[in-house]
């Protein structure tokens, strides 16, 4: 069974950094583009990030583009999603989701909430 | 990055149709096809049909997608009440290499 589970959430002021992980399990991790989507609080999905299965190719959006960071460590089944420079607006879920052309399979989301 | 666009909200009476739809652009919906996801409050969103109208195993045969151009359209038939749901679509965008989504469709099932 394809599982995902993200980790790594949290309270955090404003211009704080946060690392989101999410492990990987029940698939060939390696084989596959792995992505990053948040929905704010009562808000729709908003993608943030992809990676390619070897890492070579990454993609932003431009609401966090030089702020996040996405990798992935194939021999540990692991993704993650380093923030920094956080704003109280990346306030959201963060679910990861296997890419496989669509997003086939999500995980349960991390919370990240940026306060002051 | 402009998103896809759907109608916030349709309303439809227990074993009727929907069809929501979602309109992008050539380099998006018209070029690579959409996805549509579906969303109970509360829970992740799960797959339900991807490059317009391939669907997961698992998925009611109820659900069928097609595309015109660049409208995506997701039809549900015999509509029962755990169909009551927030619906969204996405598409990657071969121009701009990023992910759209649309702002999602409430789905009410009278």
């Known amino acids: 069974e394809v599982q995902l589970l993200e980790s790594g959430g949290g309270l955090l002021q404003p211009g704080g950094s946060l690392r989101l992980s999410c492990a990987a399990s029940g698939f060939t991790f390696s084989s596959y583009a792995m992505t990053w989507v948040r929905q704010a609080p009562g808000k729709g999905l908003e993608w943030v990030s992809s990676?390619?299965?070897?890492?070579?190719?990454?993609y932003y959006a431009d609401s966090v583009k030089g702020r996040f960071t996405i990798s992935r460590d194939n021999s540990k089944n692991t993704l993650y999603l380093q923030m920094n420079s956080l704003r109280a607006e990346d306030t959201a879920l963060y679910y990861c989701?296997?890419?496989?052309?669509?997003?086939?399979?999500w995980g349960q989301g991390t919370m990240v909430t940026v306060s002051s | 990055q402009a998103g896809l666009t759907q109608p916030p909200s349709v309303s439809k009476g227990l074993r009727q149709t929907a069809t929501l739809t979602c309109t992008g652009n050539?380099?998006?919906?018209?070029?690579?096809?959409a996805a549509w996801l579906q969303q109970h409050q509360g829970h992740p969103p799960k797959l339900l049909s991807y490059r317009n109208n391939n669907r997961p195993s698992g998925i009611s045969e109820r659900l069928s997608a097609s595309r015109s151009g660049n409208t995506a359209s997701l039809t549900i038939t015999g509509l029962q009440p755990e169909d009551e749901a927030d619906y969204y679509c996405?598409?990657?965008?071969?121009?701009?290499?990023?992910?759209?989504f649309g702002g999602g469709t409430k789905l009410t099932v009278l």
């Open positions: 996405s598409a990657w965008d071969s121009s701009l290499s990023v992910w759209v």
């Open positions: 050539s380099n998006n919906v018209g070029d690579q096809g």
């Open positions: 989701s296997l890419d496989t052309g669509a997003f086939d399979t």
């Open positions: 990676i390619s299965d070897s890492a070579r190719n990454t």
